[in-house]
């Protein structure tokens, strides 16, 4: 498994047995160790996991060996079959909370902010009240209010070029640039990817050209959300949904 994909992992509730609705069940040793991360009360509900895989809304109880009692059977799993990455230049204001917020509904695994030539730094967000600090705490409400099973992982802030390497062994890798050419979202002939998305998102004012070149360099692929100027909290929001559409989980479900 990837290194950026045992990290989002590692946050899943694993039950040690096939549970039976309404009796306890113990979670497995690392998923005890994770728990914390949840921040969840005696009493509250969670999502878990069954050893067959299968995802279940279970109520927590306290003590020293949490046990949880199952009390529903998920239809579906609440995570996508596609690891997506959303890779998001630093915003003014509260807009990232907003990203982070949103990510997290649409099934995204990662989100890594960056910082890109047109975008505001770490110390320029954080300027007169720092709310950095927050995010993780945005991540964890917006998770368990959809029922996630998984926490999305999130990176430190990173620079331009450290962006660029991190991403460099993903399987399909873009960026949302408006000079894309061909009007499309996802280059013709994509076929499901097996490991890694990534998708670039860049600043108010897009990325620079050199940037763009850059990127395509490494292997991204420019992509367009199409003739409308989108800003970007909206642009990273479309650009998953666009991908769950085509390759993950997001569909309209007809009784």
Known sequence: MHPAC????????????QPILGQAVALRAESVQALPRWQARPGEALTVLAPDGKAYRARLQGGSDPLVIPFEALPRS????LWLEVCQA???KERFELVLEKLTELGVQRIVPFVSERSVTLAERDAGQKKSHRWPEVIRRAARQCRRAMLPALTPVLS???????????????????GASGGQFLPVGSILPKGRVVLLVGPEGGFSPSEVLQAEAEGFVAVSLGARILRTETAAMVGAVLIQQAFGDLQLSID
């Open 78 to 81: 609440p995570e996508s079959p």
């Open 160 to 178: 331009w070029d450290g962006l660029l390497l991190q991403s460099r062994d993903a399987d399909l890798k873009l960026i949302l640039y408006e």
């Open 6 to 17: 045992a990290e989002g992992h590692s946050s899943l509730l694993w039950l040690q047995a």
């Open 90 to 92: 630093l915003p003014a």
